[in-house]
C-alpha cells in the first residue's frame, strides 16, 4: 500500500524539525520520516563531553528558544537532545521512527520514497539527514597494517576506555580538538593536524560564525568580494574544555604523519611514535545515498543546488548539510533561515 503526502522530509533531527516547522506554518500537508528509533538527531549519538559553540539562545530553531542549561555557559549534547525532543512535541510534528528511508525515486509527476516499512508518493521531498552517519577517512597508505585500535569520532565517548594508553588524534578542527582535550589529562596524548591548529579568539563563538558565514553568502550571492566566511576567522572554537587544555599547555600538534606502522605512526623524517588507538576526527561527507536513483551528483560527488532545490530535479530540496544548502545550515541557528525559504518554495509550487 502507498502512502500520500505533499512533502516526505527525510530525516527527524534539526534540519527535519526546522522544515516541519515552516511547512505547517505554510499550511503544507507533510510528513517526517525518521531513522532513529528517538527524538534528538545525531545529537543522541555523540560523545559525553561535547559542547555546543554557542550559548543555549543562540542555539536554537525557528519559533522556539532553547533554555539555559544551568551552570553551562555551552549546554551538552544531551540538553540538545532534550530541547529537540521537546521541540517535536511542542509543535506536534508528525515524525514517524524508526523508518529508514532506502530509496528516493521519480515516479510521473511525483516522487516515490522506498522504506523498509512501506512507500510514500510525495510532490515534494526534503532531504535532511545530515552528515553524522557518513564518517570520512582519509587515505593513509598502511592503515591496514596497524594493529592497535582505530576508530572516527562517530565511535568515541569518553576518555575512561583509553586511561593510561597512547592514543593518537587525527584532526585540527572542533571535534579533534575537544576529543584531544578530552583525552590529554588521563592518556599520553599525540595531537596531529594537516596544518598548525587555529584557534579562534576566546570571546567568538557560534554567534559569530552565523553571522560570518550569512555575510559570505549575501557577498556572494551580490557579487561583491568573498569575505572568506567561517574560514577567515579559524577553525577551533575556545569552548572552555578547549581552552583550559590549550592553557595548560596539553594541545600542542604536531604535523601530519606520512603512515600508519605496526605498532604507531611514522613522519617523513622517520620519527616513530608508538600507539595503542588512533582517533580519527576527520569529518564527514553528506549522507545522500536515499538520492541514488535520482542521479543528481556531478563529477565530484556534488549535486548543484539553487538555494536548496536541486537544479536537477527541482521537487527534490537539501537541507542542513553546510553552505551550499544554506549558511550555516548544518548548525542549530543557521537551519531555520534556508529551511523557511525552502518551505516557501515548495509551498508557492504546490499552489500554483
Avoid at 15 to 20: D, H, K, T, Y
Avoid at 43 to 62: I, V
Avoid at 74 to 94: F, G, I, S, W
Avoid at 289 to 315: K, M, Q
Wanted: proline share 7%; with cysteine; charged share 20%.
Amino acid at each position: 500500500m502507498t502512502q500520500h503526502a505533499d512533502v516526505v522530509v527525510v530525516g527527524g533531527g534539526q534540519a527535519g524539525l526546522a522544515a516541519g516547522y515552516h511547512l505547517r506554518r505554510q499550511g503544507v500537508g507533510f510528513v517526517i520520516l525518521d531513522a532513529q528509533a528517538t527524538p534528538g538527531g545525531a545529537w543522541q549519538e555523540t560523545w559525553d563531553s561535547l559542547r555546543l559553540f554557542s550559548p543555549a539562545a543562540y542555539s536554537s530553531l525557528p519559533g522556539r528558544l532553547m533554555s539555559a542549561q544551568p551552570g553551562e555557559t555551552y549546554p551538552d549534547a544531551q540538553h540538545a537532545v532534550d530541547y529537540l525532543t521537546d521541540y517535536e512535541k511542542r509543535y506536534e510534528l508528525p515524525v514517524q521512527r524508526p523508518v529508514r528511508v532506502e530509496g528516493i525515486h521519480r515516479d510521473g509527476r511525483r516522487l516515490r520514497v522506498e522504506t523498509d516499512s512501506g512507500r510514500w508518493s510525495a510532490q515534494a521531498v526534503i532531504s535532511a539527514t545530515g552528515t553524522w552517519w557518513r564518517p570520512f577517512l582519509p587515505s593513509i597508505p598502511d592503515r591496514g597494517v596497524f594493529g592497535g585500535r582505530q576508530l572516527h569520532t562517530v565511535q568515541y565517548r569518553n576518555p575512561g576506555e583509553f586511561a593510561g594508553q597512547r592514543v593518537v588524534v587525527v584532526g585540527g578542527g572542533n571535534s579533534g580538538a575537544q576529543i584531544a582535550a578530552d583525552l590529554a589529562p588521563t592518556t599520553d596524548l599525540t595531537w596531529v593536524t594537516r596544518r598548525p591548529p587555529r584557534f579562534l579568539a576566546d570571546d567568538i563563538d557560534g554567534r559569530a560564525l552565523f553571522d560570518a558565514a550569512t555575510a559570505r553568502r549575501r557577498a556572494l550571492d551580490t557579487g561583491d568580494a568573498d569575505t572568506g566566511g567561517v574560514a577567515s576567522l579559524g577553525d577551533i572554537v575556545a569552548v572552555p574544555p578547549v581552552r583550559e587544555a590549550r592553557d595548560a599547555g596539553l594541545l600542542t600538534a604536531q604535523p601530519m604523519f606520512t603512515h600508519l606502522t605496526e605498532d604507531g605512526v611514522e613522519w617523513p623524517d622517520g620519527t616513530r611514535t608508538r600507539a595503542d588507538a588512533i582517533i580519527w576526527c576527520t569529518g564527514f561527507r553528506p549522507a545522500l545515498s536515499t538520492l541514488a536513483p535520482l542521479g543528481l551528483r556531478g563529477p565530484h560527488g556534488h549535486i548543484p543546488t539553487a538555494g536548496t532545490r536541486a537544479v536537477g530535479e527541482p521537487r527534490l530540496h537539501l537541507l542542513g548539510y553546510g553552505d551550499w544548502t544554506g549558511p550555516a545550515s548544518a548548525t542549530l541557528i543557521g537551519v531555520g533561515r534556508p529551511a523557511r525559504e525552502a518551505a516557501r518554495e515548495i509551498a508557492g509550487v504546490l499552489r500554483a
